[in-house]
């Protein structure tokens, strides 16, 4: 057995294996099984629907399944994943590209607001920092990347219409480890009655009267301060709302904090 060992570390496609066996030697699917998950793909992607390598996963197991086969002994790795991909000429493909380009400096610039931040604490005798994130959070989840067709142009993913739909997430931890209370900005429709819609954000956040007694359930539920505007994004009054939550009250009030 050590030999064998030996002889798989001297290779460079074997050294890094965490199993080793011969060819030919692991469960897989029949080609009619294969072909039946094939045509279960390719009826998804002329829907425009995208799938996903999970998708294709629990995919692959419920066809075992039907075949015989237990996850115990089908388990649809990545390995079979990568061969099954290659046989039937598919690839993932990105359905858009989008990122940051991070600027050629980042890392100097990073390093800098390090040393100022600490220089800063040092100086004011902070000893507790804090760092805010303000995100979106997108109601709908379109993945992106698709298994297709290898060598097509066009990749077309078909989504429910509502990608853009959104609710604003504020969260605040310290450098402490502490985290606290969750702030949700929620999209509502805006009253057309004046008188009610000021009584709407004077009493209850926002919200008209049947929906705030569910939100008020939602708040208690998971621990969070929910709000609703027009147009479901934070705005300066919900800073100063957030701000007084969190550090009206904090026990000792003359203190200097850093708050990013």
């Not at 209370?181 to 049947?210: A, Q």
Request: proline share 3%; hydrophobic share 35%.
């Amino acid at each position: 057995m050590s030999a064998k060992v030996e002889r798989a570390c001297i290779s460079s496609k074997t050294s890094s294996m965490k199993k080793l066996r011969p060819m030919g030697t692991a469960t897989v699917l029949s080609r009619a099984t294969e072909l039946q998950l094939v045509e279960w793909i390719n009826k998804y992607r002329r829907l425009g629907a995208p799938v996903s390598a999970l998708m294709l996963h629990f995919k692959a197991l419920d066809f075992a399944e039907q075949a015989g086969l237990s996850r115990q002994t089908f388990t649809a790795s990545w390995a079979w994943r990568k061969c099954f991909i290659k046989r039937h000429r598919l690839s993932f493909r990105a359905r858009t590209r989008q990122g940051q380009k991070s600027p050629k400096d980042s890392a100097k610039a990073v390093e800098e607001l390090n040393k100022t931040m600490k220089e800063t604490m040092h100086k004011l005798d902070i000893q507790e920092a804090y760092n805010a994130d303000q995100t979106p959070i997108f109601f709908e989840y379109v993945p992106k990347q698709t298994l297709n067709a290898r060598g097509a142009r066009t990749v077309w993913v078909r989504s429910g219409g509502k990608d853009k739909a959104r609710m604003t997430y504020m969260l605040l931890g310290s450098s402490y480890g502490r985290k606290f209370t969750p702030f949700f900005v929620i999209k509502t429709r805006k009253s057309t009655v004046k008188k009610r819609t000021e009584e709407n954000l004077r009493l209850r956040r926002g919200f008209g009267k049947t929906l705030w007694k569910e939100i008020k359930v939602l708040q208690e539920l998971h621990g969070a301060q929910i709000y609703g505007n027009s147009t479901g994004w934070w705005t300066s009054d919900l800073s100063i709302k957030w701000l007084d939550y969190h550090f009206k009250h904090r026990p000792e009030p003359t203190r200097p904090v850093l708050l990013l």
